[in-house]
C-alpha cells in the first residue's frame, strides 16, 4: 500500500491507480517503484480472490496482472472482470512466453503481456500506452457539466465564464468527477483514483475537500452526495 502521506502531498502529475496483482516480494515492489516514479498510486495484493476483490472495490485505471497467481490464477481474475463488463486495461504478466498462454490471455480480454524477466521500464511505457488507447486521441481537454468549464490542459477552472482558484487537491477531485458525470463513487475509490492512496485509513477526508469545493462553486456546484455511498456529479449541472 502507498506510504500514507495524506492527499495534499500528492501533485498535478498523478496518473491514475494500478493495481498490482503479483505473489513474489521483490517483483511486486521493483514494478511499485518504477510506476511510483511516473506518477502512478500503486496497490499491491498478492493473491488472485484479493486482486478480484481490490479491482472491483478500487475501479483502477490499469491492472498488472500474474498469471500463476494462488487461489484464483490471473486469467480467471481477468475472465470474471470481463464477463461483469469492467474492460480496465490488463497487462498479463508471466514466467511462461508460452504462444498458447499469450493467445488465450488475449482472448479472455487481455490488453498487453509481458514474459518474466522483463524491463521495469518497459511495463510503465505499455501501461502509458494502454491509458492513452484508453482516453482516445481527441479527447477534448475542457471538460464542460453545467456552469463550469474546466480546462485540464491549463488547470483553469471558470464558472459562468469566471475564473475561479482551485488548490491542486481541489482541482483533482473536480477533474475526476467531472470526466464521469452520472457515476457515483465512494470515499475510498476517490482518495485510490485521485490520489493513489488505496486503504487510506481516515476516508472522511473526502468530505472536508468536498466541501471546500462546494463552497467556492457556490449555487453552481454539480457535485451531489449520495447517502451511504458517496459522491458524484450530475449529468448536466445545476
Given amino acids: 500500500m502507498p506510504e500514507n502521506k495524506g492527499p495534499d502531498s500528492r501533485g498535478p502529475e498523478y496518473k491514475g491507480l494500478v493495481l498490482v496483482a503479483e505473489d513474489e516480494r521483490h517483483i511486486a515492489d521493483l514494478q511499485r517503484r518504477y510506476l511510483s516514479r511516473e506518477g502512478f498510486g500503486v496497490h499491491v495484493e498478492t493473491d488472485g480472490t484479493g486482486a478480484l476483490a481490490a479491482a472491483r472495490r478500487l475501479r483502477p485505471a490499469a491492472i498488472v496482472l500474474d498469471i500463476a497467481l494462488p487461489g484464483m490464477d490471473g486469467m480467471e481474475v481477468c475472465r470474471r472482470l470481463r464477463e461483469e463488463g469492467d474492460w480496465t486495461p490488463v497487462v498479463f504478466v ?94 475510498e475509490q476517490l482518495l485510490a ?46
Fill in 94 to 187: 508471466t514466467a511462461r512466453d508460452e504462444v498458447t498462454d499469450r493467445i488465450l490471455g488475449l482472448e479472455i480480454g487481455a490488453d498487453d503481456y509481458l514474459a518474466k524477466p522483463f524491463s521495469p521500464h518497459e511495463l510503465v511505457a505499455r501501461i502509458k500506452s494502454l491509458l492513452r488507447r484508453a482516453a482516445g486521441p481527441d479527447r477534448d481537454p475542457v471538460r464542460r457539466v453545467g456552469r463550469l468549464a474546466l480546462d485540464t490542459g491549463r488547470r483553469t477552472l471558470h464558472v459562468d465564464g469566471r475564473p475561479v482558484e482551485l488548490t491542486t487537491t481541489e482541482f483533482n477531485l473536480l477533474a475526476y468527477l467531472m470526466a464521469r458525470p452520472g457515476q457515483v463513487f465512494t470515499r
Fill in 193 to 238: 483514483q485521485v490520489w493513489g492512496y488505496a486503504g487510506y485509513r481516515d476516508t472522511r477526508v473526502m468530505d472536508v475537500y468536498v466541501s471546500q469545493l462546494r463552497a467556492k462553486l457556490g449555487p453552481a456546484s454539480p457535485i451531489r452526495t449520495v447517502r451511504g455511498v458517496g459522491y458524484g456529479v450530475t449529468e448536466t449541472g445545476p
